[in-house]
């Protein structure tokens, strides 16, 4: 299953390449995969308790979950990071092979 949302990451990526080049606006679709990217990237930091800044016994005291809730999270936040990871990865290169 992670191949399957990973590989989607890679065609969403594409997709919104080719919407951008086709309004004309070819450059900003790796502005806009980059924006995806860094917004998914960061939205699985948080759902993996890796931003925040609190000892993970606190926050888990302060909101109990049960284990299904738990993995839930986990599962989302494993999907938000392999969508995410194409879109960064084609903004960064393009950034840096441009430059």
């Not at 806009?32 to 609190?54: D, W």
């Not at 999270?73 to 092979?97: E, K, N, Q, S, T």
Request: proline content about 2%; overall charge positive.
């Amino acid at each position: 299953m992670k191949k399957k949302v990973f590989l989607s990451g890679i065609v969403s990526a594409v997709l919104v390449q080719l919407v951008a080049f086709v309004m004309g606006e070819a450059r900003q679709g790796y502005e806009i995969s980059g924006y995806i990217g860094v917004g998914l990237l960061v939205l699985a930091g948080l759902l993996f308790a890796t931003l925040i800044a609190t000892r993970r016994d606190v926050m888990h005291n302060a909101a109990p979950e049960d284990r299904e809730s738990q993995r839930s999270m986990l599962r989302i936040g494993v999907y938000g990071m392999l969508i995410g990871l194409p879109h960064f990865m084609y903004a960064f290169g393009y950034f840096l092979f441009t430059q």
